[in-house]
């Protein structure tokens, strides 16, 4: 499991991962103690077979009928500088960065600074080198940094939750959509192993079939991590309630809001002692917008696949 130089992150060959089992299977109150630990061991493992599963980029986007997965995340991240009408030079903080795929392919499209903030080390070390690679080590870093301590999912939110935490916290909606909703290609289909695509082999059930067998191999002759074949099987269950919540509606993976700060509400809210609360809740809410789990109203009571499993 190679590309540009990809390598199984240092220190699992001990079976790091192996403990997140143990928190996962045991008591809610231990696995929240444990979440911090045991969310960094889970994305250490999990980084390469997004990478090489899906790219750069660990999300989803609209899709236009003839357009590949590739090109229509690319796209995406296209309309997202355009929509904070980014210029050269300009500074952009991306929260829940990941390896970096958006914040390289960002600067690029707009010839900003880009910092990712993250706070998995393996996946920082990963971007930085995907950085040097793609020539934009200057423009682009990374930051090490809780973004939410210990990184404990809380409950799944609908979007109109997520609305009122963002006037809560003082921002001005400018506009707001499930950009989910007008794809002309369903979100979920790379995933579903009933489609068949050249361009997403390795995401077909084919390309399944022939990763896990061999991440089996490379795990039994040792250079894989204990563990690996574990957390694939963990990913394909994943991918099938992925595809299950999206084809019954349950949530979106795209729900977009683009929002501004009015400098008078910061003054305001600090003074009336209201602006703590309200970023909090913030926080958590843009936690979930950043990990692609906003929920929609439900049409359908079908079962939610893990939090953990879906893509940032």
Request: with cysteine; charged share 25%; proline share 5%.
């Amino acid at each position: 499991m190679s590309s540009n130089n990809r390598a199984w992150p240092a220190g699992l060959m001990c079976g790091g991962y192996e403990k997140y089992h143990v928190c996962y299977g045991g008591e809610e109150e231990e696995r929240k103690a444990n979440y911090s630990d045991m969310v960094n061991k889970y994305y250490d493992l999990v980084t390469s077979f997004y990478e090489f599963g899906w790219g750069e980029s660990f999300h989803f986007a609209p899709r236009w009928k003839g357009e590949s997965l590739r090109e229509s995340i690319k796209r995406h991240e296209h309309f997202l500088a355009l929509q904070l009408g980014v210029k050269p030079g300009q500074k952009v903080l991306d929260v829940g960065c990941g390896i970096g795929g958006p914040l390289r392919e960002f600067a690029r499209f707009s010839s900003a600074s880009v910092t990712g903030l993250n706070n998995n080390e393996y996946q920082i070390s990963r971007g930085k080198e995907l950085n040097r690679i793609a020539g934009v080590d200057k423009t682009c870093d990374f930051v090490k940094a809780e973004i939410e301590i210990g990184d404990g999912l809380p409950d799944i939110r609908l979007t109109t939750k997520c609305l009122e935490a963002l006037k809560q916290a003082g921002f001005e909606v400018i506009w707001e959509k499930d950009l989910a909703a007008d794809s002309p290609i369903p979100w979920y289909l790379p995933l579903d192993k009933s489609h068949f695509s050249l361009s997403s082999f390795r995401l077909t059930a084919v390309g399944r079939f022939f990763t896990k067998n061999m991440v089996k191999a490379l795990e039994f002759v040792g250079l894989a991590p204990k563990g690996s074949q574990r957390v694939q099987d963990f990913l394909e269950k994943a991918a099938e309630g992925l595809v299950e919540g999206g084809k019954k509606e349950i949530f979106t993976p795209m729900y977009f809001f683009l929002v501004r700060k009015p400098e008078n509400a910061i003054s305001k809210k600090a003074a009336t002692g209201h602006l703590a609360p309200a970023v909090s809740l913030l926080r958590r809410t843009m936690h979930l917008c950043n990990s692609v789990i906003v929920t929609k109203p439900l049409r359908d009571m079908g079962q939610l696949a893990p939090p953990e499993s879906l893509l940032r």
